[in-house]
Structure formats: structure tokens, C-alpha cells
């Protein structure tokens, strides 16, 4: 039984409610790439983004956790992302509409999660308590497309998991809340997950990651832009006008918000190369959400575990 549970977690991104053994390193290396033309509105209904805009996030994301004690872990995340953001808003010169397209990229850190898990309990199911910190530690407020908010997060999460055994899988379940500390309201956090082991090579491991919105963001006053030229062979004075909501669809990413729910499916099959080394492929689909952007994202990952035991 310890050594199938061993394989069904050591496949696992972050292992659910089960702590590391002391002296145990676990560090994955992921490329994940994220696509989208589509947006929840408000009452959760899929619509392409305004005017045709576009978002692409590509990122290598190291992830790590190490076992300070049987029953205390310690991890970190950090990714390096590049992305891409294609708006087209519809902008009045008069009482004429033209469609104005801008690309705008970003390389480089995104958040930094840190964090430790405690064990509180293995029979009969494994139960832990995680901490984590979000840091805008890499990157300034007034990049073009921001690759977060640019405030710092503290979430606090009750972690349960259960094994399966004589069936070779696993379950688990989480429940959590995200202190927001700037304008984003704060979050209820919630996964479920099960995975298991077809073969002692193969896994196969599905989760439902979820983010439900406390409703409590400050939200930015949205107000009209205006712009004034002159038009040198006339010399009238030309105004253009961006309404409240074109200057909303601007924000170059769509996969930031300050008061959203979202869904994401992940379905993972993984592959061990031995007891060490491992591979990873993951699909993820949003299937729900409300007032954020709906996307598609891949991701191919290549993971190193080290135990004494």
C-alpha cells in the first residue's frame, strides 16, 4: 500500500493534504501556454471579446516543496511569463467610428507564492492546514500588460485526502480563503481531485479548481477618455471619445479581475520514468466563470522527487 500511495503522489502537482517526508525535495519544471478570444459576462454566459481583442500567456513556471519535518512542508512557485495582448476598441472622431487595434507584450517574473503545509492528521484520512503568501515582489504597477495585480494575497486553506487502497487512487478535497489586500475582492478557494494509477508507469489525475468572488473589491470609477487634436488642413478641433465600457475591454489581461468566479478542469496523465523522474501533460478547460476571460491552456511539465527512504 505505501509504495502504490507513493506513486500516485509523487504524480501529483502539490501532492493535495499529504505532507512531504522530512528530508523529501519535490521540484517541477513546467511550460504552460494559455489562449484566449472569449469572456464570462456577468451572468456566467461565454461571448468572444469585444471587437475580436486577443490574450496569450505563455510562462515556465518552477514549483518546488521540500519536507522540513514529517509533517511540515515547505513550498514555492515562481513563473517566468510572456505575454501577449491584442485590444481593438471602437473609438468615435466625431460622429465617425473607427476600430483601433494595439498589441502590447511583457517578459518576465510574475507573482512569487510561497508557503508551508501541516500535517494535522493521517488516519482515517489525511487532513492538513496550508498557508501561502502571494508577492508582487518582480514587477511594477504601470507595466503594459501586468502580469498580476500587483498586491500581495494571504490565503489560508483546510486540505483533506483520502486513499483508495485496494483501488490504486486517491481523492481529495480543499477549502480555503484568499485575503485580498488591494482593490480585488477577496476569494473563496475550493478543489476537489482524484487521481490514480492505471499502470505502475502511467497516472491519471483530474481536478476541479475553483475561485468564488467574496464581492467585496473596490472597483475603479470608469470614466469617459477624451482625446483632442487639430486637424491641420481644416483647423477644427477633433475630439475622440472612449465610453466607460471600451475603456473596461482596454485592460491588456483579461485573466485579471477584481471581482470574478471561475472553474478551471485540469485532466493530467502522467508518466514515471523511474523513481525520480517523471512527466507530465495537462489540459485545462474553464468550464464556468463570471466576469473574467474563458481560455484553453496546455501545459507539458518535468518533475524530480527526491526521499531518503
Request: charged share 20%; hydrophobic share 35%.
Amino acid at each position: 500500500m505505501a509504495v502504490l500511495l507513493f506513486v500516485a503522489l509523487s504524480s501529483s502537482a502539490r501532492a493535495g493534504a499529504w505532507c512531504m517526508q522530512e528530508g523529501a525535495f519535490y521540484s517541477k519544471l513546467s511550460y504552460n501556454y494559455y489562449f484566449t478570444v472569449d469572456t464570462f459576462d456577468d451572468d456566467g454566459h461565454k461571448h468572444r471579446n469585444p471587437n475580436g481583442s486577443s490574450f496569450r500567456d505563455e510562462n515556465i513556471t518552477w514549483y518546488n516543496e521540500y519536507g522540513l519535518f514529517d509533517n511540515f512542508t515547505l513550498f514555492a512557485s515562481v513563473p517566468y511569463k510572456m505575454l501577449y495582448s491584442r485590444v481593438k476598441n471602437i473609438e468615435r472622431v466625431g460622429d465617425a467610428k473607427r476600430l483601433q487595434s494595439t498589441s502590447e507584450r511583457y517578459d518576465g517574473l510574475g507573482d512569487l507564492d510561497v508557503g508551508f503545509r501541516y500535517g494535522l492528521l493521517k488516519d482515517p484520512l489525511v487532513l492538513s492546514l496550508q498557508v501561502l503568501t502571494k508577492v508582487a515582489w518582480f514587477y511594477d504597477g504601470d507595466e503594459e500588460v501586468p502580469p498580476g495585480n500587483n498586491q500581495n494575497d494571504y490565503e489560508l486553506k483546510l486540505l483533506a485526502g483520502k486513499s483508495l487502497w485496494p483501488f490504486p487512487g486517491y481523492c481529495g478535497l480543499e477549502l480555503g480563503y484568499r485575503w485580498r489586500t488591494s482593490a480585488p475582492s477577496d476569494e473563496y478557494r475550493y478543489l476537489l481531485e482524484f487521481g490514480m494509477n492505471p499502470t505502475k508507469k502511467f497516472s491519471f489525475r483530474v481536478k476541479l479548481d475553483g475561485i468564488a468572488s467574496v464581492k467585496n473589491a473596490s472597483l475603479p470609477e470608469q470614466k469617459p477618455t477624451v482625446n483632442s487634436y487639430i486637424d491641420y488642413e481644416t483647423g477644427e478641433l477633433i475630439k475622440t471619445v472612449s465610453s466607460p465600457g471600451e475603456v473596461a475591454s482596454a485592460f491588456t489581461n483579461p485573466s485579471l479581475g477584481y471581482e470574478y468566479d471561475l472553474g478551471k478542469l485540469e485532466l493530467t496523465l502522467g508518466y514515471q520514468q523511474n523513481k525520480n523522474w517523471s512527466f507530465e501533460f495537462t489540459y485545462t478547460n474553464y468550464p464556468y466563470g463570471e466576469s473574467i476571460a474563458a481560455g484553453d491552456q496546455y501545459s507539458l511539465a518535468l518533475v524530480y522527487y527526491f526521499s531518503k527512504q
